[in-house]
């Protein structure tokens, strides 16, 4: 059974950082998904089908980068000059292989991080 274990979430103020970790139970495609109060699931960042390469929302590009510990299982989100807009539950989602940009598209899921950004 696939686990995903998420962390990082918190409070920081517009401008900040945080850096998100999502601990698997195994290798997977792997992707952040987020969902903010009354809004749809939302992508923003993947890897690549091939692994090789990064995938972004327009929203996050140049802020936001997604990368991984192949030894550790563990895929993360370095998120630079928050924006309020940024406020949401961010998602860790996995599939066995490939990568996608809908949620539809993932098999699997974490249980959520909250991320809270202040004006």
């Known amino acids: 059974q696939v686990q995903l274990v998420e962390s990082g979430g918190g409070l920081v103020q517009a401008g900040g950082s945080l850096r998100l970790s999502c601990a698997a139970s195994?290798?997977?495609?792997m992707a952040w998904f987020r969902q903010a109060p009354g809004k749809e699931r939302e992508f923003v960042a993947a890897?690549?089908?091939?692994?090789?390469?990064?995938l972004y929302a327009d929203s996050v590009k140049g802020r936001f980068a997604i990368s991984r510990d192949n030894a550790k299982n563990t895929v993360y989100l370095q998120m630079n000059g928050l924006k309020p807009e940024d406020t949401a539950v961010y998602y860790c989602a996995a599939r066995l292989g490939g990568s996608g940009r809908s949620p539809r598209d993932y098999d699997y899921w974490g249980q959520g991080t909250q991320v809270t950004v202040s004006s």
């Open positions: 890897f690549s089908s091939s692994g090789l390469t990064t």
């Open positions: 195994g290798r997977y495609g």
